[in-house]
Nanobody, 116 residues
C-alpha cells in the first residue's frame, strides 16, 4: 500500500503562485505514475498533470505553460508548481499514484482558491 499526504493549498489572488506537495510512503518502489487531478465545484475530477518513471510529463491544455510537475526522491514526493493562477484553477487538488500498472491511490485533497 501507499499513503499520500498533500500540502500547500490555500487562497491566492489571480496571477499569483502556489506549490503543492505530495509525500508518498509505503510501497513506493511499485509506483509507475504520480500526478495531480483537480475537481471544481459542480464539475468532474480532471487531470492536471502526471509524471511517469523516466521523467516524462503530461499536462492538461488549460495549465500548459503555467504549471510544472516535478518529482523528488525517486518517487517519494511529487510537486506541482502553479504560476499565473486564474479563478478557473479553483478547486480541490488530489495527489494520485498508480502502482504496478493498475492500482490507483488518491490523496485526501487540498483546497486551492484563486480570487479574482
Amino acid at each position: 500500500q501507499v499513503q499520500l499526504v498533500e500540502s500547500g493549498g490555500g487562497l491566492v489572488t489571480a496571477g499569483g503562485s502556489l506549490r503543492l506537495s505530495c509525500a508518498a510512503s509505503g510501497s513506493i518502489f511499485s509506483i509507475n505514475i504520480m500526478g495531480w487531478y483537480r475537481q471544481a465545484p459542480g464539475k468532474q475530477r480532471e487531470l492536471v498533470a502526471t509524471i511517469i518513471n523516466g521523467g516524462s510529463t503530461n499536462y492538461a491544455d488549460s495549465v500548459k505553460g503555467r504549471f510544472t510537475i516535478s518529482r523528488e526522491g525517486a518517487k517519494s514526493t511529487v510537486y506541482l508548481q502553479m504560476n499565473s493562477l486564474k479563478a478557473e484553477d479553483t478547486g480541490v487538488y488530489y495527489c494520485y499514484v498508480k502502482r504496478l500498472g493498475f492500482i490507483e491511490t488518491w490523496g485526501q485533497g487540498t483546497q486551492v482558491t484563486v480570487s479574482s
